[in-house]
């Protein structure tokens, strides 16, 4: 997703859509309408905590976006390469959608009509069956530039013809429409909306957007989790989302488990700091340090099984500077908290490949007992890539499993084409669950930003980005976003994730470093 001429930003003032003829709706379409629940005690059971993530409860997840549709043209709009055309991209569009007559990028429908004929605006997304719609993300080129004026965004439950939320989109992405759309949920910003108050569905989901002028490029992804039984919402306030918000923000550990294990590290020395006795479930794995920890590397066992063999900062997404959110630094030290379940034991190596020693404490914490995840174990993936090729593999896993996170350390570099020092995030992350492929729209997209990370660094319970910066033809960012509580990625036969390097373009790549957090 580019950041486009500034001689396109100049126009975008004052441009909206014309009015559209009188919907046969009973409603008025410029009336707000926010129920007092969109979710069922199930869905805001899911942001109970982090406990659970071990927990085998496998669900379908589907996604649909404006990613490129084959067949759509080459844009009016020079600096849109042809190969990247992620934005209006619909599924279709209502005969009495309030839109500008023409647009600099033209839209691109899936279907020549809407088969809900009481729906109105453009259709970003459209779900048959039963489920909840889990994550809503969404940005416009206006966006970081100027504020939005009228659109509506629409979202039709159950073939109800009257909308379940009609509401200005101003107020679901600045978080003042209510509770449901304000952070822990929303992120609440200013150049996109990045939301996650779970809306459940019966039989049919349809999100829409009214209003949409000349100007208003329009990116937009929808997740979903599928239902085996049909969901309604509460027909009131339900007191699970105060658990639910209580938990999304809380900072709780465990208790201490065992005693914090101090370790004197010698260059080329490689010693087993901790071997914890099962059966339990560590809840946090904090680090304190004295001396350069970038030479030291981590071997994990659980229950006889190497789970993890990595750079130590690599753990904690902590190579360019601690990671906020699930990786935090506090202090000198840093802290995991994913749970870490075992039967039997998990043993913790530390080697050191520099040529300095280095002190160093871990401290765990965690609860002992039968341990969660029914077997299954955290594997932490590396991965790094310096050669100049398509796309860099993030994770690639057979048989079943749930990704919870995912942490990247990206540096990219302009070539004769391609000017910016960050349009290596033009790439598109690719998830293959169970066969089935699914793109994004760009890789701070699925950071929960924008625009190259316009907005600058964030965190939130789900996402966080840090270290943005650029040096001559030389870019750099690293972000996290974390798949935990409602987010989270089953997978049954297997996973297969991977970012494209810019818009297919292998020479922006300098260095990409990532890391997965995978039960499995």
């Given at each position: 997703?580019?950041?486009?001429a500034?001689?396109?930003?100049?126009l975008l003032?004052?441009?909206?859509a014309p009015?559209?003829?009188?919907s046969?709706?009973?409603?008025?379409?410029?009336?707000?309408?926010?129920?007092h629940?969109?979710?069922d005690?199930a869905?805001?059971?899911?942001f109970s905590?982090?406990?659970?993530?071990a927990e085998?409860?496998?669900?379908?997840?589907?996604r649909?976006t404006s990613g490129?549709?084959?067949?759509?043209g080459p844009?009016?709009?020079?600096?849109?390469?042809?190969?990247?055309?992620?934005?209006?991209?619909?599924?279709c569009?209502?005969?009495?959608?309030?839109?500008?007559?023409?647009?600099v990028?033209?839209?691109?429908?899936?279907?020549?009509e809407?088969?809900?004929?009481?729906?109105?605006?453009?259709v970003?997304?459209?779900?048959?069956g039963?489920?909840?719609?889990?994550?809503?993300w969404?940005?416009?080129?206006?966006?970081?530039?100027?504020p939005?004026d009228d659109?509506?965004?629409r979202?039709?439950?159950d073939?109800d013809p009257t909308?379940?939320?009609?509401?200005?989109?101003?107020?679901?992405?600045d978080?003042s429409?209510?509770?449901?759309?304000?952070?822990?949920?929303?992120?609440?910003?200013?150049?996109?909306?990045?939301?996650r108050y779970?809306?459940v569905?019966?039989?049919?989901l349809?999100?829409a957007?009214?209003g949409l002028g000349p100007?208003d490029?329009?990116?937009h992804q929808?997740e979903?989790?599928?239902s085996n039984?049909?969901?309604a919402?509460?027909?009131?306030?339900?007191?699970?989302?105060?658990?639910?918000?209580?938990?999304?923000?809380s900072?709780n550990?465990p208790?201490?488990?065992?005693?914090?294990?101090?370790v004197?590290?010698?260059?080329?020395?490689?010693?087993?700091?901790?071997?914890l006795?099962?059966?339990?479930?560590?809840?946090?794995?904090?680090v304190?340090?004295?001396?350069?920890?970038?030479?030291i590397w981590?071997?994990?066992e659980i229950?006889?099984?190497s789970?993890?063999h990595?750079?130590l900062l690599?753990?904690?997404a902590a190579?360019?500077?601690a990671a906020?959110?699930?990786t935090?630094?506090?202090?000198?030290?840093?802290?995991?908290?994913?749970?870490?379940?075992?039967a039997?034991?998990?043993?913790?190596t530390?080697?050191?490949?520099?040529?300095a020693?280095v002190?160093l404490?871990?401290?765990f914490?965690?609860?002992?007992g039968?341990p969660?995840?029914?077997?299954?174990?955290?594997?932490?993936?590396?991965?790094?890539?310096?050669?100049?090729?398509?796309s860099?593999?993030?994770?690639?896993v057979s048989?079943?499993?749930?990704?919870?996170?995912?942490?990247?350390?990206?540096?990219?570099r302009t070539?004769?084409?391609?000017?910016?020092p960050?349009?290596f995030?033009?790439?598109?992350?690719?998830?293959?669950l169970?066969g089935?492929?699914?793109?994004?729209?760009g890789t701070?997209d699925?950071?929960d930003?924008a625009?190259y990370f316009?907005?600058?660094?964030?965190?939130?319970?789900?996402a966080?980005?840090?270290g943005?910066?650029?040096?001559?033809?030389?870019g750099?960012?690293?972000?996290?976003?974390w798949?935990?509580?409602?987010?989270v990625?089953d997978?049954?036969?297997?996973?297969?994730?991977e970012?494209?390097?810019?818009?297919?373009?292998p020479?922006?790549l300098?260095r990409y470093?990532s890391?997965?957090y995978?039960?499995?």
């Open positions: 997703m580019s950041r486009l500034l001689a396109l930003i100049g003032s004052g441009c909206s009015d559209a003829p009188a046969a709706q009973a409603v008025d379409p410029h009336e707000t309408i926010v129920p629940e969109l979710a005690e869905a805001l059971a899911r905590g982090l406990a659970g993530l085998p409860a496998p669900a379908v997840r589907l649909q490129q549709r084959l067949g759509g844009p009016t709009l020079t600096p849109v390469a042809p190969d990247n055309r992620d934005m209006n991209n619909f599924v569009q209502s005969a009495d959608a309030r839109v500008a007559a023409e647009q990028v033209p839209y691109v429908f899936d279907l020549p809407c088969p809900e004929r009481y729906v109105r605006g453009v970003l997304s459209r779900f048959e039963a489920g909840e719609l889990i994550r809503f969404m940005t416009a080129l206006s966006l970081p530039h100027f939005l659109e509506m965004l979202i039709y439950v073939d909308p379940r939320v009609q509401v200005p989109l101003a107020a679901v992405v978080g429409a209510g509770e449901m759309f304000a952070p822990p949920f929303g992120l609440a910003a200013v150049d996109r909306m990045a939301w779970p809306v569905f019966g039989t049919k349809v999100v957007l009214d100007f490029l329009y990116y929808s979903v989790l599928r039984e049909p969901r919402a509460g027909s009131s306030r339900l007191a699970a989302r105060d658990a639910a918000i209580a938990s999304t923000t900072t550990v208790p201490p488990f065992g005693e914090a294990k101090t004197v590290l010698a260059p080329d020395q490689t010693q087993i700091v901790a071997a006795n099962g059966p339990a479930t560590l809840g946090s794995v904090r304190d340090s004295q001396g350069d920890l970038s030479q981590l071997r994990l229950d006889g099984v789970t993890a990595l750079p690599d753990v904690f190579s360019a500077g906020p959110g699930r935090l630094a506090l202090g000198p030290g840093l802290e995991l908290r994913l749970p870490i379940p075992f039997e034991a998990s043993v913790w530390l080697e050191n490949r520099g040529t020693s002190t404490t871990l401290a914490r965690g609860v002992p039968a969660a995840g029914g077997g299954r174990r955290l594997h932490i993936v590396q991965s790094e890539t310096e050669d100049a090729v398509p860099h593999p993030i994770a690639n048989g079943p499993g749930r990704l919870v996170g995912v942490c990247l350390l990206l540096a990219g070539d004769a084409t391609f000017t910016d960050f349009n995030l033009e790439g598109d992350e690719r998830f293959t169970d089935q492929r699914s793109d994004g729209t701070e699925y950071l930003s625009f316009l907005g600058g660094a964030f965190a939130s319970p789900f966080a980005a840090w943005i910066s650029s040096q001559g033809a030389l750099r960012v690293s972000g996290c976003r798949h935990v509580q409602n987010d990625v997978f049954e036969h297997g996973l297969a994730l970012l494209e390097v810019g818009a297919a373009a020479t922006l300098e470093r890391v997965a995978v039960y499995r």
